[in-house]
């Protein structure tokens, strides 16, 4: 079974700019969760999706925003990129909603110039 | 404010001896507690889990002990091996699913041959 995939693996933007990162979730897998992950804060949950909706939130401003599509596919948009937005985000998914067995990506390495 | 600390950011073990992996928390309301393993360009690896109905679970070489009344849990490793060397999360949910987890900052576990 292929794993969770993330695209880009890199990407270079500069202050001001948005990004779109993408999530590919295991098969059959309906909930994607995004993580962000940077040296001084460890891990930190951004949202959550579910069957396309938002499940649930993150203490990230309104800049974070992400949606699901119907094949549990799921991309996250930063707009307005700020240097501090400089991480490694993570995709992870998982059967369900109610499973805390997720299965992480590789992550996309995001620098902000 | 960290609600999951994992204070010791690195720890080197000899092959063959227990991993002892520590992390505190502060929010009692917490009830369920999870590990993930992460090396280096990949995503976390779902590891073990405890219920905080439970003190101890058990997998193979991997046990995690839960003591509520100290809002502590430990991971131990035995024997440890010099694959098992990668970096250590530490989560904690009270919200009923893993769009609620709160994260460590991981520790860095070395084992040397």
């Known amino acids: 079974k292929a794993g969770v995939t993330q695209t880009p693996r890199y990407l270079i933007k500069t202050r001001g700019q948005q990004v779109t990162l993408s999530c590919s979730p295991i098969?059959?897998?309906?909930?994607v969760s995004w993580y962000q992950q940077t040296p001084g804060q460890g891990l930190q949950f951004l949202f959550e999706?579910?069957?396309?909706?938002?499940?649930n939130k993150g203490n990230f401003p309104g800049r974070f925003s992400g949606r699901q599509f119907s094949n549990s596919r799921s991309e996250m948009n930063v707009s307005t990129l700020e240097l501090g937005d400089s991480a490694l985000y993570l995709c992870a998914s998982s059967f369900n909603s109610a499973t805390y067995e997720q299965y992480f990506g590789p992550g996309t390495r995001l620098t902000v110039t | 404010d960290q609600q999951v600390k994992q204070n010791s950011p690195s720890l080197s073990v000899q092959e063959g001896r227990i991993s002892i992996l520590n992390c505190d928390y502060t929010?009692?309301?917490?009830?369920?507690f999870l590990w993930y393993k992460k090396y280096p360009a990949e995503g976390p690896t779902f590891l073990i889990s405890i219920s905080s109905i439970k003190d101890k679970n058990e997998d193979g070489r991997f046990t995690v002990f839960l003591n509520k009344s100290a809002k502590h849990l430990s991971l131990h490793i035995v024997p440890s091996q010099p694959g098992d060397s990668a970096v250590y999360f530490c989560?904690?949910?009270?919200?009923?699913?893993?769009?609620?987890?709160?994260f460590g900052k991981g520790t860095k576990l070395s084992v040397k041959p």
């Open positions: 989560a904690a949910d009270y919200g009923g699913s893993q769009g609620n987890l709160i």
């Open positions: 999706y579910f069957s396309e909706t938002q499940r």
């Open positions: 929010n009692s309301m917490f009830d369920y």
């Open positions: 098969s059959g897998h309906r909930s």
